[in-house]
């Protein structure tokens, strides 16, 4: 209830009439709010991915290509979330049995072989420049604000995703699937000795993570009207993520809330200063959170 | 009524052997325990057991089928349930989640409400802190969770690894009087421990489990009373 009250209040807020640089930065704070969320889904069931690039890359290309191809946004952006959801049930399936480092490395492994594969296969990715053209999404007449194009449609478009997202984690935390994760997290062999059987339920964690990170590359390729392998396959839409939702803990609207103020900091505050360094705060937050404030991050 | 039978068992870990043909049987009912100097293999063969480690060699048993090789979970589902040494409870979360991680095995989940109410008679303290967490319960009290949340999963055979460490007198007594009541219902229960004495007592057949090997077998009355069990336990 709480969290329809802050979303709709942010939904109404391009009412205020915000200069466009504002609605673009919000937007794209939201799109990492939706990322880091996502991520926390894995994490909730205490896995680390250093890969969340390869399903953003996934749901980016799926609704390029789909677009490209004729189909209409809404489901292009289906089938950009689906294929990364299914990405995301390999991955899950192929390392569902690796924990830690190695699932960090083998999760990292995966987005660069898909970045690899999108700059050769030229044929159908367009190779290092990608693809370009990719229509924007059209409003809808059920819908009162505005979708499509423009700055006004784009803030909503990722405000949309986002409350997806939040209500996709807030489902899964609630239901027995999250008791199991958060199970399985605390001690995967205590979770043995009870009946759990780790494999289903890490699978579903990065279908659903994968999903939802997808969900947002969809939106991302509709609203910027093209792909890049560099970009949606890069390290970025890997690392943001984790180091958000790490210091956003592991509730339902941490990460989202840290994200939001950790982009927000870095582009208004830190950007102004010191153009180069803007990124220093995701650095000083990943510092604070394994040095500083171990027992924060591991709060339930 | 499960029964439980163990054939020349050996089983170790990466290069040592720890189990050297150890050969045991728990009828459907009884209380059967293990006991033994440290080191002798209690907790290595409850390990084997539950499925948590794959013996090299020999054979364990639920109800005559063959149960060693495969997972801890398919063992829990088939009736056998191992609550751990040290109680391995979900610390940040509450008792009730706890109880209900139980209850996620199907033969478990069947019954989940009526086996809430039988570990909450039990276990009345438990009902008064559902939210509590785990890992802000007492000593005591973290035990009894665990033995209850095992229960959850309506083992027919329950087995438990020094269950009593750490524990005060009044805790044992409760705890003995929990594990007498459920062996009653018809579980068969199969205990290790440092506890030799209050095990001896409770146990129906007893082991002395000594360099990997059984020693010594009889009922409680029998060991407790043996000259041999002393001295391998009181060098």
């Known amino acids: 209830m709480k969290l329809a009250a802050v979303l709709l209040v942010l939904a109404v807020l391009p009412l205020l009439g915000p200069p466009a640089y504002y609605l673009y930065l919000f937007s794209t704070a939201y799109l990492f709010a939706t990322l880091a969320t996502a991520w926390n889904l894995l994490a909730y069931g205490g896995q680390v991915s250093f890969g969340q690039a390869a399903f953003f890359g996934l749901g980016a290309y799926g609704a390029a290509l789909a677009s490209l191809h004729g189909a209409s946004p809404w489901l292009t952006i289906t089938l950009g979330a689906a294929l990364a959801g299914a990405g995301g049930a390999a991955v899950g399936l192929a390392a569902g049995r690796l924990n830690g480092a190695a699932l960090a490395l083998a999760t990292l492994a995966t987005a660069e072989l898909l970045r690899g594969v999108a700059l050769n296969w030229t044929a159908l990715t367009g190779g290092g420049s990608g693809l370009v053209g990719i229509p924007s999404v059209p409003s809808l007449p059920a819908i009162p604000l505005e979708l499509g194009g423009g700055r006004v449609g784009a803030y909503h478009l990722s405000l949309a995703t986002l409350a997806a997202a939040l209500t996709l984690s807030a489902a899964v935390l609630r ?3 999250g008791l199991a994760l958060a199970a399985l997290r605390e001690g995967e062999t205590r979770g043995t000795l009870l009946g759990l059987r780790p494999l289903p339920w890490k699978v579903l964690a990065f279908a659903l993570s994968g999903g939802a ?40 609207l941490g990460p989202a809330a840290a994200a939001v103020v950790l982009y ?22 990943l510092i604070a959170v394994t040095l500083v404030l171990p027992a924060w991050r591991r709060t339930p | 009524m499960a029964r439980l039978t163990v054939e020349s068992l050996e089983a170790g870990y990466d290069g040592v052997q720890v189990l050297r043909g150890v050969a045991l049987e728990a009828r459907g009912g009884e209380f059967v325990a293990v006991v033994g100097p440290n080191g002798a293999g209690k907790s290595t063969l409850l ?14 048993r639920l109800d005559g089928e063959r149960i060693d090789g495969r997972s801890p979970w398919e063992i829990v589902a088939r009736g056998l349930t191992l609550i751990p040494e040290g109680r391995r409870l979900f610390g940040p979360l509450s008792v009730r989640e706890n109880l209900e991680l139980g209850a996620f095995v199907p033969r478990g989940g069947a019954v989940r409400e009526e086996t809430l109410r039988v570990v909450y008679r039990l276990f009345p303290v438990l009902d008064g802190k559902q939210r509590v967490l785990a890992q ?14 095992g229960l959850m999963t309506r083992p027919r055979l329950l087995c438990l690894d020094d269950p009593f460490l750490g524990l005060g007198r009044a805790v044992v007594d409760a705890f003995c009087d929990a594990l007498r009541a459920v062996r009653d219902e018809g579980l068969t229960i199969v205990a290790t421990g440092q506890h030799v004495r209050r095990l001896l007592r409770l146990a129906t057949r007893a082991y002395l489990l000594d360099e990997g090997r059984v020693i010594l077998s009889g ?3 029998e060991l407790l009373a043996s000259e041999q069990l002393r001295r391998t336990l009181l060098p």
Do not use: C, N, W
Not at chain 1, 216 to 233: N, S
Not at chain 1, 264 to 284: D, G, K, M, R, T
């Open chain 2, 219 to 221: 009922t409680g009355a």
């Open chain 1, 175 to 177: 239901s027995r699937a």
């Open chain 1, 264 to 285: 927000l900091v870095s582009e208004l505050v830190f950007h102004p200063l010191a153009p180069a360094l803007h990124q220093l705060p995701y650095a000083f937050a």
């Open chain 2, 136 to 149: 802000h319960l007492s000593g005591g009290e973290q035990q009894m969770l665990a033995l209850a949340r």
């Open chain 2, 47 to 60: 390990k084997a057991v539950a499925g948590l480690l794959r013996p090299r060699a020999g054979a364990i």
């Open chain 1, 213 to 252: 990170t997808g969900l947002a590359g969809a939106v991302y390729a509709h609203t910027l009207g093209a792909v890049e392998p560099d970009v949606v396959f890069g390290r970025f839409f890997s690392i943001a993520p984790l180091v958000m939702a790490t210091l956003g803990g592991r509730s339902l």
